[in-house]
């Protein structure tokens, strides 16, 4: 995982997409020669915002491995400070990997904002209204899947809006609640959703994706009736998602955009995913600097816990035996996709929200059909505390490796119990260090507690 080896402002903004993420050092202020001013400039942006978020710093690995490593179930087989920190819940401030994450997320928002407020300036005959919507519903949405995963990362933050032009921009911004950082959120989401496209697309935005975002959010914020409705959407269009069968048919023989995917992030041979490095034994030519624990290999080796799950980690051949984690492997050509929605999550946030309301029934349904995938047996609830316990551990076996198991303890307020915490102020990351030396409005009483 790449590491900043300087210290970086907090708003950064997109200049020219390929160049903007290569420049080695941050850029302050929109470089005019490479403004939005014509369809392929647009175009350009729109690339380098996705870019952005497939980066090592977020989507690539960074924010997924604060999740896993938060989580319980990997352990940190290396020799650096910082993953191990986190495994051990003694996050610091100083931490490279929440440093990382929290500045290449405000990049990300960065790039939506300049697109959001220059788009619709552009007077272009080849500028489409379609590609101009398109191109405006990606950015909300993508602006509000930072926020939301900022959210729930470090809780209420600054929300900022329109782009950096000079130093004295978005300067003095106070942090929001947590309530206000998910409402703007579920605003970027209602507008994003009138302007995406409803053809499915599984690596752009599309009218569904909106809808899968909005499910989570509205899981997180325990607005049951409306998790189901959003759920449901997507989980009706049977046509163009479908839990594939087996488990490991999506992502395994360099299988990429199968059904299970909502939004999954595309990588090529010029613009790779470096996950894999992380995760495979050095005779398979990574490093395995984490890789799963004893606990979670027997899980996964269980066959009425795991089932075909099993598919998701290996082990190497005498004396080293090695467990390793083989979600992401293709190296050294680096095509690993990044799985940011898959249609199981919609399966169990519907279970979820229906469990919570009353309806064990429907919720047992949705939590067996993932279960039957899996080829494990239905699982047996006749109460809301059981149904929510079968729901965690089945979350725990499903998505391992991707960034679900800690915020999910965390959201059902179950981390402190579940990982012998010695107290829910790690339920958030701490604000970077770097960024409360330079704002006030993120230093002393305003940053997060017990750091």
């Known amino acids: 995982m790449k590491q900043l080896l300087y210290m970086i402002p907090l708003f950064v903004i997109l200049g020219s997409c390929k160049k903007y993420l290569d420049s080695p050092q941050p850029e302050l202020q929109v470089d005019q020669s490479v403004a939005i001013t014509n369809a392929g400039s647009a175009a350009s942006a729109v690339n380098g915002m996705f870019n952005t978020l497939a980066t090592d710093g977020y989507y ?10 938060s989580g ?11 993953p191990s920190e986190i495994t051990k819940h003694l996050t610091s401030a100083t931490n490279g990997y929440v440093n990382t994450a929290w500045t290449t997320i405000y990049k990300t928002i960065s790039s939506a904002n300049y697109i ?9 005959p080849l500028f489409t209204t379609a590609a101009k919507n398109q191109y405006l519903g ?43 950082t998910y409402a703007q959120v579920l605003s970027d989401l209602n507008t994003a959703e009138t302007l995406v496209p409803t053809a499915l697309n599984r ?18 914020t325990q607005q049951w009736a409306l998790a189901e409705q959003y759920a449901t959407k997507v989980i009706s269009d049977t046509q163009d998602y479908a839990l594939v069968n087996p488990y490991s048919a999506f992502f395994a ?14 990588y090529t041979v010029s613009n790779t995913n470096g996950h894999s490095n992380w995760w495979l034994p050095p005779v398979l030519g990574g490093r395995r600097e984490w890789a799963p624990s004893d606990p979670l290999v027997a899980l996964l080796n269980n066959a009425a816990v795991g089932g075909n799950r099993s598919a998701l980690i290996g082990q190497t051949a005498a004396p080293g035996n090695l467990w390793y984690g083989k979600l992401y492997y293709r190296t050294p050509v680096g095509t690993d996709p990044a799985y940011v929605i898959r249609i199981a999550e919609l399966y169990f946030i519907r279970s979820e929200a229906r469990a919570q309301q009353g309806n064990i029934t429907d919720a047992l349904a949705d939590l067996n059909a993932v279960r039957a995938r899996a080829g494990i047996a239905p699982a047996v609830a006749s109460s809301l505390s059981d149904i929510l316990l079968a729901l965690e551990n ?4 499903e998505f391992p490796f991707e960034t679900d198991r800690w915020f999910n303890l965390v959201r059902t307020d179950r981390a402190q119990a579940v990982l012998s915490l010695p107290d829910k102020h790690l339920y958030l990351f701490p604000i970077p260090y770097s960024q409360t030396l330079v704002d006030p409005n993120l230093a002393g009483a305003n940053t997060n507690p017990g750091y």
């Open 60 to 69: 690539g690995s960074n924010f997924p491995a604060l999740s896993y490593l």
């Open 72 to 82: 319980g179930d990997i352990q940190w087989t290396g020799s650096q400070s910082d």
């Open 116 to 124: 959001i407020t220059d788009v619709p300036k552009v007077n272009d």
């Open 138 to 180: 990606e950015a909300y949405f993508v602006r509000a899947l930072a926020y939301f995963d900022l959210g729930r990362g470090w809780g209420g933050v600054q929300l900022i809006l329109t782009p950096t032009i000079t130093p004295t921009d978005n300067t003095n911004i106070k942090r929001s609640t947590l309530a206000a």
């Open 203 to 220: 690596n752009r935005i599309t009218q569904k994706t909106v809808w899968a975002l909005k499910a989570r959010l509205y899981l997180y």
């Open 253 to 266: 023989n360099s299988a990429v955009s199968t059904s299970e995917s909502v939004f999954e992030l595309a």
């Open 394 to 397: 089945e979350r725990k076996v």
